[in-house]
């Protein structure tokens, strides 16, 4: 990670099709032995367009590495209580390894419940307290499935972490958050001195500019531009938006949180938008899954 111009893609969707590879092997195998192959069920409550996409994303990628996939469609209606019973059903139906609770939910439904209603055996997106304590103390559980696939790419590219300064841009529970913990332990990936910075920050590009692996995840479109960027660091980009583009025929383009055109003069590598996070995220659904088959 020293002055180099020239820049490396952290190529989310090859690293993704080499780990579904192994993950379909594994599957085959579970399913001979077991007489069933491992099972994953969505819940998708409403009809939010972004949300349909991701789900459908997540059962397509189960078909193709051979999993079994339920996806269980409630309308936006639906009241908490219900919902909760719903997840009881599956925290008992013996047949399913593993289930996801697609974010966000209804604002009359409270998301600390329903996370914390699902058995966290079962509990594959790693969002139940439990899994993120055991997470915290290094013992085995289910990771959350972003920062967990930016370990995988990591690991893929034989990027170097031990001693490196971290600086991972946003602080949620679902990425930030949990890719602070899971850089700064004593694993590889792992290793880094990780500074965690947030909206309250002081004078952030002074901070992003000491980082050797920057990883962003805030929610704001090409936000991190190249001033903020030091040479030849690793950049990471969480972040995934539409925006508007005449020149496309679909009228709009994916772009990330971090000005990756400019960016890429700057850093030694960087994962594209899209296929660099995005992928990996559901391939580590895909591992968490089998792992919970497995279990
Ligand atoms: P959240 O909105 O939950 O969190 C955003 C974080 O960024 C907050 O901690 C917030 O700080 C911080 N933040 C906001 N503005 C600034 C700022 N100006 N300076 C510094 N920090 C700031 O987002 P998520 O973590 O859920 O997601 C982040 C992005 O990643 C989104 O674009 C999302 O779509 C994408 N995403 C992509 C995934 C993938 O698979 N590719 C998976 C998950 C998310 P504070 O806490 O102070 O409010």
């Given at each position: 990670?020293?002055?180099?111009?020239?820049?490396?893609?952290?190529?989310?969707?090859?690293?993704?099709?080499?780990?579904?590879?192994?993950?379909?092997?594994?599957?085959?195998?579970?399913?001979?032995?077991?007489?069933?192959?491992?099972?994953?069920?969505?819940?998708?409550?409403?009809?939010?367009?972004?949300?349909?996409?991701?789900?459908?994303?997540?059962?397509?990628?189960?078909?193709?590495?051979?999993?079994?996939?339920?996806?269980?469609?409630?309308?936006?209606?639906?009241?908490?209580?219900?919902?909760?019973?719903?997840?009881?059903?599956?925290?008992?139906?013996?047949?399913?390894?593993?289930?996801?609770?697609?974010?966000?939910?209804?604002?009359?439904?409270?998301?600390?419940?329903?996370?914390?209603?699902?058995?966290?055996?079962?509990?594959?997106?790693?969002?139940?307290?439990?899994?993120?304590g055991k997470m915290v103390l290094g013992l085995p559980c289910?990771l959350?499935?972003?920062p967990a696939?930016?370990c995988?790419?990591l690991k893929?590219?034989?990027i170097e972490t031990a001693g490196k300064h971290c600086?991972v841009?946003?602080?949620?529970?679902?990425?930030?958050?949990p890719m602070s913990v899971l850089l700064s332990r004593n694993a590889y990936p792992g290793n880094c001195t990780v500074?965690?910075?947030?909206?309250?920050?002081?004078?952030?590009?002074?901070?992003?500019?000491?980082?050797d692996l920057?990883?962003?995840?805030?929610?704001?479109?090409?936000?991190?531009?190249?001033?903020?960027?030091?040479?030849?660091?690793?950049?990471?980009?969480?972040?995934?938006?539409?925006?508007?583009?005449?020149?496309?025929?679909?009228?709009?383009?994916?772009?990330?949180?971090?000005?990756?055109?400019?960016?890429?003069?700057?850093?030694?590598?960087?994962?594209?938008?899209?296929?660099?996070?995005?992928?990996?995220?559901?391939?580590?659904?895909?591992?968490?899954?089998?792992?919970?088959?497995?279990?």
């Open positions: 990670m020293t002055g180099v111009t020239t820049h490396q893609l952290l190529d989310g969707k090859r690293c993704s099709e080499a780990l579904k590879k192994d993950i379909a092997k594994a599957a085959a195998d579970e399913k001979a032995a077991r007489g069933k192959a491992p099972h994953l069920a969505a819940v998708l409550v409403g009809d939010d367009g972004a949300s349909k996409t991701y789900v459908e994303a997540k059962v397509k990628a189960c078909e193709t590495v051979g999993f079994r996939s339920t996806l269980i469609r409630l309308p936006e209606t639906i009241t908490e209580e219900d919902l909760l019973h719903r997840i009881e059903g599956l925290n008992r139906d013996m047949d399913l390894d593993g289930f996801i609770v697609q974010l966000p939910l209804p604002s009359h439904i409270d998301p600390e419940r329903v996370t914390l209603a699902i058995d966290p055996r079962k509990d594959v997106d790693g969002f139940h307290p439990e899994n993120v289910f959350p499935a972003t696939g930016i995988e790419l893929y590219y034989s600086v841009v946003g602080r949620s529970n679902i990425v930030g958050t500074t965690l910075a947030h909206s309250r920050t002081k004078d952030l590009p002074s901070i992003t500019r000491q980082a920057l990883v962003v995840a805030i929610g704001k479109p090409e936000f991190i531009t190249a001033d903020m960027v030091k040479p030849g660091a690793v950049v990471i980009d969480v972040g995934i938006h539409r925006i508007p583009d005449a020149s496309k025929k679909s009228g709009f383009r994916l772009v990330g949180d971090v000005r990756e055109e400019e960016v890429r003069a700057v850093c030694s590598s960087i994962t594209p938008v899209p296929g660099g996070v995005g992928p990996m995220t559901i391939t580590s659904l895909l591992l968490n899954t089998l792992k919970a088959a497995r279990n």
